[in-house]
């Protein structure tokens, strides 16, 4: 009875991905995330790659997310939707873009040195965001779409890490991101703090490193403690580079030590003794 009922759920989907009403394929693209298993994502596979060219971008984004939740489930059988998904990176519709990152990142994850090539697509696309040439619906408290921002800087984090070449090619962009970094609101901040992340992560660069802890050190100076607390992280991992770009932010680190918080009195007097 399972069995038969597996299959009338794949034959649905299979006719609901070909409807020319492009609600209908949403719906089947919204059910298959949910009900497809590792055993029956060969049967509709097909089906929803055939929606990554679809002329309505809200299907394009739904395939893009099937296909990532169908990686999750079965990498060996979409293995070869590599390019598929480099090809969706370039897509019109940020929304598009977007949800290909979310599944980009963890394919980077698993193995980063097969997706070097697309250093300078990340950079440029992270560039665009920064200069706030995306659509102001993706805005967030007056941030240029701070997710995808976050996201791109997660990725670029894990493709610098220790390649010279391909860190050389963030090192401007990155820049720029500190450069319009809004320390007002917590987005902002956000979004500066995987900046500084990332910098402790790829291939070191002096000028990079130095930006990141003048910036860093207002976040010490701060009167939240979930400020303190993150720039004692950040400015630890910068410690672990290379403590002189640390060294003259040393008394912003030592007044960390008059806050009521044990954890983050215990923090700081590890990062005082790596200092």
């Given amino acids: 009875d399972q069995n038969e009922l597996i299959l009338l759920i794949v034959n649905t989907l299979q006719q609901d991905l070909k409807n020319d009403n492009h609600l209908i394929v949403c719906a089947a693209l919204n059910a298959v995330c949910k ?46 939707l590599q390019s598929r998904f480099r090809q969706m990176l370039c897509d019109k519709d940020p929304s598009v873009m977007s949800a290909t990152l979310c ?48 996201k791109l800087l ?22 720029e991101v500190l450069r319009r970094g809004d320390l007002n609101n917590t987005i902002g901040n956000a979004i500066l703090f995987e900046c500084a992340k990332t910098i402790t992560s790829i291939y070191p660069n002096p000028r990079l490193l130095e930006t990141s802890a003048e910036i860093i050190a207002r976040f010490l100076r701060s009167t939240s403690h979930n400020l303190k607390y993150i720039g004692i992280d950040a400015l630890g991992a910068i410690v672990r580079i290379n403590a002189k770009y640390a060294v003259e932010h040393q008394m912003a680190v030592i007044d960390c030590l008059e806050d009521p918080d044990d954890t983050l009195k215990r923090k700081t007097m590890m990062l005082l003794y790596r200092m």
């Fill in 35 to 80: 009900l497809v298993n590792a055993e029956t994502i060969p049967a509709l596979l097909q089906n929803v790659v055939d929606q990554l060219s679809h002329s309505k971008e809200l299907v394009r984004k739904k395939a893009v997310i099937a296909l990532h939740c169908f990686n999750q489930r079965s990498p060996a059988v979409c293995a070869h």
């Fill in 154 to 175: 997660k990725i670029l984090a894990l493709l610098g890490a220790s390649n010279k070449s391909s860190s050389e090619h963030m090192y401007s962009t990155l820049t």
């Fill in 103 to 150: 599944a980009l990142y963890e394919m980077i994850q698993v193995d980063p040195t097969q997706f070097r090539s697309l250093v300078p697509s990340f950079v440029n696309i992270l560039k665009q965001v920064v200069e706030h040439r995306l659509p102001k619906t993706y805005d967030y408290h007056r941030v240029p779409a701070p997710f995808v921002q976050i």
